[in-house]
């Protein structure tokens, strides 16, 4: 999926977001937190297909990382970057940096 590509090309990647993935992956289990129903009984973990939109599994320090980047604390270091007003991706040669 190109738009799960260019996620990782601009964000997960060079944010350094090491415990990030939109698919699954089994070292999650030792740290994933898993949800509960009302009755406070431990649900199995829900593991859906790589999505843009929805299936970001990620912990709270890579998180925190993504949303300083968007806040503009941080800018990412990739190839081009995506501007934070519009979403567009913006090629350094630009300077855009």
């Known amino acids: ?6 996620i990782r090309f601009l964000f997960i990647g060079p944010l350094g977001m090491s415990h990030s993935s939109y ?3 089994e070292s ?5 937190a898993a949800g509960h129903d ?3 009984r431990s649900r199995p973990q829900y593991k ?3 999505n843009a939109a929805a299936s970001l599994y990620t912990t709270a320090s890579d998180y925190a990382r993504f949303v300083a980047a ?3 604390k941080r800018k990412p270091e990739a ?4 501007d934070g007003r519009s979403g567009h991706s913006k090629r350094r040669s630009e300077g855009n940096r």
């Open 48 to 50: 859906q297909d790589a």
């Open 38 to 40: 009302r009755h406070g």
């Open 79 to 82: 190839q081009g970057r995506v």
């Open 1 to 6: 999926m190109k738009t799960l590509r260019a």
């Open 70 to 72: 968007r806040a503009g």
């Open 28 to 32: 999650f289990e030792s740290t994933a």
């Open 23 to 25: 698919v699954w992956q």
